[in-house]
């Protein structure tokens, strides 16, 4: 049967495994393909411009309040009358606290813990914060990009994918990044002659 299959072009074999030849969803209409989002980009508005179904990635080091922006994200989209999707990767809902210091209330967002992003599915037309992608190995990184631009593609709406920086301060699969990211962003703490400085915080686009 797999023969005949590869011989009718509907299945293929990559290394060990067999795959199906899946007929293409053709579409005439693409005025929706590239729709600017109705509402404001937290930080990046006055930078950028976002479209339906864009990836923001942002790195950040060990420690260095990924928790803290995702929440202050998350509040300038509440103060939108937008209810985001925040998924936490992190034990314990360390966020409820920075939440609560925002004034963000219940039902403000929803949330989620999830250890597992390849095996997550967007909502449709949301904003969603995932806070921060933890594969098995690092080098599986590039293959999360490519799977959340899937689920971008068929879902729409906004992601940001948070992620660790390596030791030199770039990205996990730097490559990966440049290519399926709509905008990408470094979260750096400021160093005054050579001395952390903790409160003053910038983007490095």
């Not at 795959?19 to 590239?34: A, V």
């Not at 809902?93 to 403000?108: G, T």
Request: with cysteine; hydrophobic share 35%.
């Amino acid at each position: 049967c797999l023969a005949q299959l590869m011989l009718d072009n509907k299945a293929y074999k990559q290394r060990t495994l067999y795959k199906i030849i899946q007929r293409p969803d053709w579409r005439t209409e693409f005025l929706s393909e590239s729709k600017v989002l109705e509402y404001n980009v937290p930080y990046f508005q006055d930078v950028a411009t976002f479209r339906k179904g864009d990836m923001i990635c942002l790195g950040a080091g060990t420690g260095i309040g990924k928790g803290h922006i995702s929440m202050n994200i998350i509040k300038k989209y509440v103060d939108q009358g937008i209810k985001p999707y925040y998924v936490s990767s992190e034990p314990g809902n360390r966020f409820a606290q920075i939440a609560l210091n925002l004034n963000l209330k219940e039902n403000d967002f929803y949330f989620l813990n999830h250890y597992h992003p390849e095996q997550l599915e967007l909502e449709d037309d949301a904003v969603t914060i995932y806070d921060w992608i933890l594969p098995s190995e690092f080098s599986d990184t590039a293959n999360l990009y490519k799977l959340f631009a899937q689920q971008l593609d068929k879902h729409g709406g906004l992601l940001y994918v948070f992620s660790q920086l390596n030791e030199s301060g770039d990205f996990y699969a730097s490559s990966m990044v440049r290519f399926f990211s709509s905008f990408a962003v470094k979260y750096f703490y400021t160093k005054v002659n050579g001395v952390t400085d903790n409160i003053n915080t910038f983007f490095k686009t």
